[in-house]
C-alpha cells in the first residue's frame, strides 16, 4: 500500500513540473501558439503589401496625433491644460488602462 501511494505522489510531481516546463516554452506573446513555430499564415505578395500598407498608414495616423499632443503640451500654461491634451480614446475614459476616469487636482489647482 505504501509503495503504491508512494507512486501517486511521484507521479503527481511528475505532472506539476511536466506543466510548468509546459507554460515556460510559450511566454511570448502570451496564451496560444509560440510565436515563431510555422503558425503564419502564407500571404501573397498582394496581401502582403495591402497588410504592410495598413500598418504603415495606422503609424502615421499615430504620429499625426501624437504631434498634435505636442503642440498643445508646448502650449500649455497648467497641468489642468495639459491633461486636456491627452489622446481621446474613442472608448471614452478608461479605455487604456487608466483606473477610474476621474483625476484628482494637483495641490492648488481648480478644476
Do not use: Y
Amino acid at each position: 500500500m505504501r509503495a503504491l501511494l508512494g507512486l501517486v505522489v511521484a507521479a503527481l510531481i511528475l505532472s506539476v513540473f511536466s506543466l510548468a516546463a509546459g507554460a515556460q516554452q510559450n511566454t511570448i506573446g502570451g496564451p496560444g501558439p509560440a510565436v515563431g513555430q510555422g503558425n503564419e499564415k502564407q500571404m501573397t505578395p498582394d496581401e502582403f503589401i495591402a497588410f504592410k500598407s495598413r500598418n504603415l498608414n495606422m503609424i502615421e495616423v499615430r504620429r499625426k496625433k501624437l504631434d498634435e499632443e505636442k503642440v498643445c503640451v508646448e502650449a500649455a500654461t497648467t497641468p489642468t491644460q495639459i491633461r486636456k491634451c491627452r489622446l481621446h480614446h474613442p472608448m471614452g475614459p478608461g479605455s487604456r488602462g487608466q483606473r477610474g476616469s476621474a483625476q484628482q487636482p494637483l495641490a492648488g489647482e481648480q478644476q
